[in-house]
């Protein structure tokens, strides 16, 4: 399906604008930077006859298509994301590696999907960005088949993941209009909280919730670096309208302050995420 998505929110207009398109530039490096956690996903998919998977906030698709690969002819599974630019991706691929996956357009926290029509959904960093959580994965429980499991990977504190926050610690001297995170607004760390988590998955519906913390080394070429974070995050977000000026300042403060990540030809960092699992009633 290729309908856009009626929303009248923040995430909707955010991906589906400067930050999708910057997520479809990089999408081979963020493809290789998430590899670890895709392959944590696609291990827990069983490759048997009628099984069907939901992948959440799939993006340009990588998660999707590795366990539409998992699947074969056995099964089924569908990428759901509010961003039309990266689905329009995401199918391409699907078609040019001749891989069978559909993708929807739209808003999984909202969208009628079919009752009891998935008995795995997953999410590879995709559902941090509901604005109403409770409602949404209550949303996605009625999409899940009595027993179904639920397994996602989210990040933990900002605090634990220093390497996310350094291009905007150090640009923000720099950048005043640098917009700060908020701890209980969608993005990337609002699953910080293990309880808060733990509670959004308890009241929505689901049973036997399981978090678990995991740390995971991960890499990026260290040529790679900077258009990384010119590209991606709140000072990627920021420098597409700054000057020439405040960019240079800003690319060489920043880049100086990865140093301490970088060792030889590659940039190396530890994730800290939660692994979480659940199950439909």
Partial sequence: MSTTPSLDNDQATLWNGRHGRSWIEAQALLDDMFQ???????????AKFGQRVLDVGCGTGSTTLAVARRLGAQG??????ISAPM???ARAR???EGTFASFLCADAQRHPFEPASFDLIISRFGVMFFDQPVNAFANLRSAASQGAQLRFIAWRSAAEN????TAERAAAPLLPRLPPRRAD??????????QRMAAILQQSGWMDVYIQPIDV????PEQALVGYF????PVGLVLQEADEITRSQVVATVRAAFNSYVQGAEVRYTAACWMVSATAP
């Fill in 217 to 220: 080394e991960c890499s990026l």
């Fill in 162 to 165: 220093p390497f996310m926050t």
């Fill in 230 to 233: 010119t590209r991606l995050g």
């Fill in 185 to 194: 607004a969608p993005g990337q760390f609002s699953f910080a909280d293990r």
């Fill in 36 to 46: 670890p956690f895709e392959e944590r996903l696609v291990r827990m998919v069983r």
């Fill in 94 to 96: 699907a078609k040019l």
């Fill in 87 to 89: 689905l329009e991706v």
């Fill in 76 to 81: 089924y599974c569908m990428g759901v994301d």
